[in-house]
């Protein structure tokens, strides 16, 4: 029987379509035929820009500026599968050509307290030290928000689970899902993102926001609400703001988040921006991305559909919206959600996209100059629309964990 918390808050379990246990990733699709000159084609790229199924891609770039990471959901990874794998992790030099370089989770470093429903994971460089965050089920059939630190500092893993959840709410149907660390630039700060739901107050979708400790593995401040759905954006949003991103910009915060359903052509990204990470934050009437309904409507094709839950790079002074979408036709279906990249425009203060894009695009223009990282200073041991934006520019402990003491300096 369908779960109905799942299918009223997150869509159906239909939209998890693809099983990514033995994925071959590809790369974006070579220009070097359109092009007779093979250096011009290196300039330009065609989404998607992983052309398998690659849901909620969180990508940063690597501490060291040698490329960037991305890490995506897996759909049907479970403690009890055969060959239990989670979390996919990606490496690129160009945010246009991607290779799989490991998982996150495998059977030896599985987290004892969760089972499955693996989402949205991030991996960020926090102060230092790699940890992943995600949403995972634990047994008791909640969703929740865990996080994993990468033993030797690598990247690239392993990986190995704190031992207990980092965020929980027992009030929530839907669970606590889609993590998301920002450090803030102006005041060195560093907090966590989530989205859930009060049912009780008949609230469907809220972000919240909640100071971390330095070390990103427990919290010195009290959650905070910064943006919730409701019915006066029932239109725009359906009850749906999910899956934020924070970026920071002439003394602006820009909170990116998605709405509607994951599982249907009206998915898509939206932004509000507030001075202060706490709010208030303003919606745009205008969404950063959506499907290109325009070209629909005349009754002509359109490649993607649904384009949501996005990332945002920044390279060379630019914003990149990296993000997933369906291929139009194919909802619910192989080959899933790809992962594909814009670039990001501002009009009158509001960064937008449009529509996905898929023709030739000019290349980010990056510049991957290696750095040496500093070790990392924290202690590791056990811890007991009206508006325009400025225009300046419990579970069980799991026998294999990160271990905080083991690490002392």
């Not at 071959?24 to 093979?38: C, I, V």
């Not at 052309?51 to 969180?58: F, K, L, R």
């Not at 009890?80 to 996919?88: E, V």
């Not at 369906?326 to 990249?341: D, E, F, T, Y």
């Amino acid at each position: 029987m369908m779960d109905v918390k799942q299918h009223l808050l997150m869509g159906t379990e239909m939209a998890n379509c693809c099983d990514d246990s033995n994925m071959n990733m590809k790369e974006a699709r070579s220009l070097d035929a359109g092009f007779a000159d093979s250096s011009v084609a290196q300039n330009f790229y065609v989404n998607p820009v992983i052309s398998e199924n690659a849901p909620d891609p969180g990508v940063v770039r690597l501490a060291d500026g040698s490329g960037w990471v991305a890490v995506a959901t897996s759909d049907h990874s479970s403690k009890h599968s055969p060959d239990p794998r989670a979390f996919p992790m990606y490496f690129s030099k160009d945010l246009i050509h991607w290779e799989v370089r490991s998982w996150v989770f495998v059977r030896e470093t599985w987290p004892a307290w969760a089972r499955d429903n693996m989402w949205a994971p991030e991996l960020h460089n926090v102060n230092g030290r790699y940890i992943v965050y995600y949403a995972a089920r634990d047994f008791r059939g909640q969703t929740v928000v865990g996080a994993a630190v990468s033993e030797d500092n690598d990247p690239f893993g392993r990986y190995l689970d704190i031992g207990r959840p980092l965020v929980s709410s027992r009030e929530s149907m839907g669970g606590v899902i889609d993590p998301h660390y920002f450090k803030d630039p102006a005041t060195g700060r560093n907090y966590l993102l989530w989205k859930e739901d009060k049912p009780l107050a008949l609230q469907t979708s809220i972000i919240m926001i909640r100071e971390l400790h330095p070390s990103g593995l427990h919290f010195i401040g009290r959650p905070r609400e910064i943006l919730a759905s409701s019915l006066g954006n029932l239109l725009e949003e359906r009850l749906v703001a999910e899956a934020p991103w924070m970026m920071y910009r002439g003394g602006n915060y820009y909170l990116f988040y998605s709405s509607a359903w994951f599982s249907e052509m009206k998915y898509h990204i939206r932004v509000a921006v507030s001075r202060s990470v706490f709010g208030p934050f303003y919606r745009s009437h205008t969404p950063v991305i959506t499907t290109d309904w325009a070209a629909l409507h005349q009754g002509h094709n359109c490649s993607f559909v649904g384009p949501g839950h996005g990332s945002v790079a920044e390279v060379d002074g630019e914003w990149w919206l990296l993000y997933h979408a369906w291929v139009n036709g194919k909802i619910n279906s192989s080959p899933g959600r790809l992962m594909l990249m814009d670039k990001v425009s501002w009009r009158n203060g509001w960064p937008v996209v449009g529509v996905p894009s898929d023709t030739p695009q000019p290349a980010p223009r990056v510049n991957n100059i290696k750095r040496k990282q500093s070790r990392s200073q924290i202690s590791r041991r056990p811890f007991t629309s009206d508006f325009t934006p400025s225009q300046q520019h419990h579970p069980q402990s799991s026998s294999k964990y990160f271990s905080f003491s083991s690490t002392v300096p």
